[in-house]
């Protein structure tokens, strides 16, 4: 479980966010909804220890973020983060490999490689494996980020946006992966928290969801309580329709 | 595959150093020997330094446009000894004695380096485009400073000042050279065993911290091993703007590679090549002294300049 306890952050003097606090569950997926600018990445980066802490606390699996080396960090939890550029000429099998860097610290062996290609194969990769980073499109370089962000194989992965750029037959199979490694049922299931924009995608695939705005978690629940026409228009601030269809909320809000 | 490419640097190297070393000996051979090996070591030092210092500076910086030059090291460089002129006058800056001033030289710099870069880092910003900028202006501060100094010293001892203000290969005092060679190893040593790591580092902050490096610490760290390298070559030569600029950009146009195993030890020999084989060239072969400097700060600029238009530095 991921425990956020009253975190605020300022960023240049701005808050960013007020009094935070909300439980994340371990295994299944979190979808992290909300408006742009409500403060999702911030959080996430929060979490992630991309930023640093400046009020509150935050627990990943009873290990406190702010004091857990970051090495040990790295073992357990991995991001995707929204932007991340590249400076050094990387190819794509390269890049994922750099997701084993914490077990190895420069020594890859078998199990090594046998991950890496795993992430590759997962995420359509092959075909790209030894293409330059900065000669993809952005839908592949994003897959090839968030290959590497499996790759890690830490039982918490935050990613950040991760349909960025997707096409649907891509962002489909990105959310079926992430679902079925998140059973409940698996010998050692993952936990996933995800930005997503594409609400449907959270109707369709998530097991929880966490709404911010303005920096301050507006709504936490399952799909079937957050997804409701009152909810998300008072999220958005925009009349939202929700349908019903094979059991699951449908978001009619691109109407 | 990039083995055989460092194979073939490392044999250019050593054809350099023996053209170098045996052109045109004659008389007495075990003096000229022993002379021209101490400049041999200086030039190895100061290529290795630089070659490396520029690579290390522009993976921590995720640039390879800019170089530690650009931080203003070189204009410190030339505050320092034109201070040195004005405080001391012409003559006490000549007898000031090799070794005491390599080491105030170095000391100062590293000190400012870090001063520069803790001031910015310290604070929890991790803005390296500011650091940069402040680098910048530091600079540009740095030259005033000198150019008036320059306008107050008298203008016998401004030819003093002068002499330390563009590079020279020429003379080499051996006891500096024996603390640049041992600061050059330490350094080496210390980045050879982080070669994995600065793959990682160039992979940007986010992602290194995500991977478990205790970033900002690093950076400083290895800012601080940059100083020290940059301290070196500037206090052995003087200052050469361009040459890590133009071996960066080589090493990493013939290695294409992100791994620093590779890169760094690249780097290093191309610009001991380029120092070896162009002293030999222009001092022995052509008989032109002191030109060296200005034909790698043209050649330098003019290449790295075609390497920007055909977009191949990424
Ligand atoms: N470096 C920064 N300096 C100043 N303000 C910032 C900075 N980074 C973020 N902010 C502000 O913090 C707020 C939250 O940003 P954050 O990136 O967390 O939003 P988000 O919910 O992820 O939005 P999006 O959906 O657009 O990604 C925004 O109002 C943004 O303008
Ligand atoms: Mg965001």
Redesign the interface.
């Known amino acids: 479980m991921i425990e956020i306890r009253n975190v605020s952050h300022r960023i240049n003097g701005t808050p960013i966010l007020h009094d935070v606090t909300c439980d994340i569950p371990r295994s299944g997926i979190t979808a992290l909804i909300g408006p742009n600018g409500a403060g999702k990445s911030t959080l996430l ?1 929060l979490v ?3 930023l ?1 802490l400046e009020q509150g606390a935050i627990v990943v699996d009873g290990e406190d973020v702010s004091r857990t ?7 357990r939890l ?2 995707v ?1 929204q932007q ?7 190819r794509v099998q ?1 890049l994922v490999g ?2 084993r ?2 077990h190895h ?2 020594r890859p062996g078998p199990q090594d490689a046998a991950a890496v290609a795993e992430a590759i194969s997962d995420f359509g990769l092959e075909d790209l494996r030894h293409r330059f980073l ?1 000669e993809l499109s952005g839908g592949q370089q994003q897959r090839a980020f968030v290959a590497m962000g499996f790759a ?1 194989g830490t039982d918490w992965l935050l990613l950040d946006e991760p349909l960025n750029n997707l096409d649907m037959f891509h962002a489909r199979a990105l959310m079926a992966r992430v679902h079925a490694q998140t059973r409940p049922s698996l010998d050692r299931p993952r936990s996933v928290v995800m930005v997503v924009h594409e609400i449907n995608y959270a109707a369709g695939w998530a097991d929880h969801i966490v709404a911010l705005k303005d920096g301050q978690v507006s709504a936490s629940g399952s799909p079937k309580d957050i997804l409701t026409p009152a909810t998300l228009s008072a999220l958005f601030g925009m009349e939202i329709r929700v349908e019903q269809v094979e059991g699951r909320p449908l978001i009619m809000h691109h109407l | 595959m990039p083995d055989r490419r460092l194979v073939l640097l490392a044999c250019l190297l050593v054809l350099a150093c023996a053209l170098f070393l045996v052109w045109g000996l004659k008389g007495r051979v075990g003096f000229i020997l022993e002379l021209r090996s101490i400049k041999l070591a200086a030039l190895l030092c100061v290529g290795a330094a630089v070659g490396i210092s520029t690579v290390v500076f522009q993976t921590v910086t995720g640039n390879r446009i800019l170089t530690p030059a650009i931080m203003g090291f070189d204009a410190l460089f030339l505050l320092m000894q034109t201070g040195l002129v004005f405080l001391l006058g012409g003559f006490g800056y000549l007898s000031l004695a090799g070794p005491a001033k390599f080491l105030l030289e170095t000391v100062v710099m590293m000190a400012a380096a870090m001063a520069l870069f803790s001031l910015l880092l310290g604070r929890g910003k991790h803005d390296m485009h500011r650091m940069i900028l402040v680098g910048v202006i530091f600079g540009v501060f740095f030259r005033s400073l000198t150019g008036f100094l320059q306008r107050v010293i008298d203008p016998s001892e401004y030819s003093v000042v002068q002499g330390a203000m563009f590079a020279s290969f020429g003379s080499v005092d051996p006891a500096q050279l024996f603390f640049a060679g041992a600061v050059t190893l330490a350094a080496l040593a210390v980045l050879a065993r982080l070669a994995g790591t600065l793959d990682v580092v160039a992979l940007g902050r986010s992602t290194a911290i995500g991977l478990g490096l205790a970033y900002d610490r690093l950076v400083i760290a290895l800012l601080a091993v940059t100083a020290a390298l940059v301290s070196v070559s500037t206090a052995l030569v003087g200052p050469i703007t361009f040459l890590g600029l133009l071996v960066a950009a080589l090493a990493h146009a013939l290695m294409r590679s992100h791994r620093h195993a590779v890169l760094l030890p690249a780097s290093a020999m191309i610009a001991a090549t380029v120092l070896v084989a162009g002293q030999w060239l222009f001092e022995r072969v052509l008989h032109l002294q002191s030109t060296l400097a200005v034909i790698i700060e043209f050649f330098g600029g003019t290449f790295f300049l075609f390497l920007v238009l055909k977009g191949r530095i990424r």
């Open positions: 980066n992630a220890r991309l640093p080396p970051s090495r040990d960090l790295a073992l991995a991001i983060a991340v550029g590249i400076a050094s000429r990387l390269d750099f997701g860097w914490p610290r420069g900065d890690q």
